[in-house]
């Protein structure tokens, strides 16, 4: 199976993130899809507009990495993981063409994460926010502590960092992380329509947009913490605990 569906709508890319039966996980195999398209997969289109992001299936967007794999990751593999995963969502970010999240359901740890690397995000009513890695005893790994506080501020961030709670679209709506709500099952299409708006507009003018903002969030040092510390819980006590209890579908045990 593919692990994204890439499909060109009048001139647009959509990338679909398919792994419904893990409600679209974020594995290894989707970041190599993802790098290899915003690194050459796009040259293949003639005239390319923009892309819009979404996942497969009615209930996710993506409810994160795959924990499932946590486990088997030392602080070293763990900072790693974390950093590649920032190192593409960095070229995402970068990209000179709108990126659009089409949010189908739940945009959870990496998934929330992945949905705040693109330039603009329209849920779903049915779509559901969180970073819930504290659950997990870890952090973001992929730039949660540093793209969420952008959009929401520090007290939101805090709140929604610390306490791993989840948000419906309207909530999300209302603090700033997506910009707009629609029906559910309407998400793509009005992704869709807001890279056509785009588009009627100067290319090169949008390109320098997409550049000059970028440059106002530039620190990567930032980051390096985030995936450094990532590292390091995923190898702790912590850490496993989170894994295992997620796996073994319990409450973790935390503090003895
Ligand atoms: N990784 C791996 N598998 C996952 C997954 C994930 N992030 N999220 C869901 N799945 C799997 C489930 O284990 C389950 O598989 P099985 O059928 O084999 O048991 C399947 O997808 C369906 O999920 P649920 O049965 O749990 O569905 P639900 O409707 O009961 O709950 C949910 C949905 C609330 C989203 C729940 O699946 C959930 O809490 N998922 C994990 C969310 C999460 O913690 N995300 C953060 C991951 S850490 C991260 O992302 C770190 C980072 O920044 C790099």
Redesign the pocket.
């Known amino acids: 199976m593919n692990p994204i569906l890439v499909e060109n709508k009048n001139g647009i890319a959509v990338l679909t993130i398919n792994r419904p039966?893990?409600?679209n996980?974020?594995n290894q195999e989707v970041f190599d899809a993802l790098d290899e398209f915003f690194e050459e997969g796009y040259k293949a289109f003639e005239s390319l507009l923009g892309v819009v992001i979404t996942g497969n299936g009615e209930?996710?967007f993506v409810?994160?990495?795959?924990?499932?794999?946590?486990l088997e990751l030392d602080e070293s593999s763990g900072s790693e993981?974390?950093k590649r995963?920032q190192e593409i969502l960095f070229k995402m970010e970068a990209f000179h063409l709108p990126v659009i999240a089409a949010v189908n359901g739940?945009a959870?740890?990496?998934?929330c994460?992945l949905a705040m690397a693109c330039h603009i995000r329209i849920a779903s009513a049915n779509a559901?926010f969180?970073?819930?890695?504290v659950?997990?005893g870890?952090?973001?790994?992929?730039g949660?502590t540093q793209r969420l506080v952008q959009l929401v501020g520090k007290g939101k961030a805090f709140e929604l960092l610390l306490t791993?709670d989840?948000i419906d679209a309207n909530e999300a709506h209302r603090i700033g992380l997506v910009n707009q709500v629609v029906e559910a099952g309407q998400a793509l299409e009005a992704a869709l329509k807001m890279v056509e708006k785009i588009a009627s507009k100067g290319p090169k003018a949008c390109q320098v947009i997409i550049d000059g903002m970028n440059l106002y969030f530039k620190d990567r040092d930032r980051y390096f913490y985030e995936s450094a510390e990532?590292g390091r819980l995923m190898a702790s006590d912590e850490g496993k605990e989170g894994a295992t209890a997620?796996?073994e579908?319990r409450k973790p045990q935390f503090r003895k």
């Open positions: 039966e893990a409600l996980a974020l209930k996710a409810a994160g990495a795959d924990i499932k794999k946590f993981l974390s995963g739940f959870l740890g990496g998934g994460e559901k969180g970073q819930p890695e659950n997990l870890l952090i973001p790994g992929y949660g791993g989840m990532f997620f796996i579908k």
